[in-house]
């Protein structure tokens, strides 16, 4: 299997940000890790072990990128004006240097996220938020209420960073355009901590016509990386 480790300084995150690349073609995939995660996480969790027959045969190339989570959202240190900041940069991030090394080494014209937990909710925010660059997502046991993280603030940074907030006022053509040619996937557990959250955004995107499938599994610990596992050969 083709695995690359790529660095650099990120200039719009001021530091230096990691990902691994596994695979030489195929359907190209950026991985989000859980909650304080690393690059590495996907790798170690046996996920991209899990994949490992698509992506030898050149039917998947993952991106695994790294996250600031522990900067932003989780890092309470600072104020809720600069943890929705730097969630802000990130996105930037994303889309203005991980984006672009994707498009250099695949020329698929497809672009899913990814994540499990708190990656999930990475996976679909940055996939909502920009449907032209990303054609789907698979959120596995996404946590996408996040508002408690804030302690009560709010502007408009942190309304258009929460889908569940943004995409019920949301009325330009534009994305509907393009998330009526996207698919989306939440995949959840019947005893997932986030159950109710997959569904809440299933009744939000139901309600704005966006085509989605929500799967909930009969498993127990759901969420949980056995599981996970499971749900990613499935639906990937």
């Known amino acids: 299997m083709v695995r690359e480790y790529h660095k650099w300084h990120s200039p719009r995150l001021g530091r230096e940000m990691e990902l691994l690349v596994f695979g030489h073609a195929g359907l190209p995939v950026i991985v989000f890790p859980t909650s304080g995660g690393r690059f ?43 943890r929705i900041a730097r969630q802000v940069q990130y996105d930037d991030y994303l889309i203005h240097e991980v984006v672009p090394l994707v498009r250099q080494k695949n020329q698929d014209r497809h672009l899913v996220a ?73 995949a959840t557990g019947w005893d997932d901590q986030c159950l109710g959250q997959n569904q809440n955004l299933d009744r939000v995107m139901s309600s704005k016509g966006i085509p989605h499938k929500l799967y909930i599994w009969d498993s127990y610990n759901s969420h949980d990386w056995p599981t996970w596992e499971r749900m990613v050969r499935e639906y990937l």
């Open 40 to 82: 590495f996480e996907f790798e170690d969790r046996r996920m991209v072990a899990a994949l490992g027959g698509k992506i030898d045969a050149g039917q998947l190339q993952l991106f695994c990128v790294d996250s600031v989570d522990m900067e932003s959202w989780y890092n309470r240190a600072v104020s809720p004006r600069w």
């Open 114 to 186: 990814l994540g499990c937990s708190f990656g999930g909710y990475h996976a679909a925010n940055v996939a909502l938020r920009h449907p032209d660059a990303f054609s789907g997502f698979l959120s596995m046991s996404g946590a996408f209420d996040l508002s408690n993280f804030l302690h009560g603030y709010y502007d408009q940074d942190c309304y258009y960073n929460l889908p569940t907030h943004f995409l019920p006022n949301l009325g330009d053509p534009w994305f509907f355009d393009r998330y009526r040619q996207n698919t989306y996937i939440l």
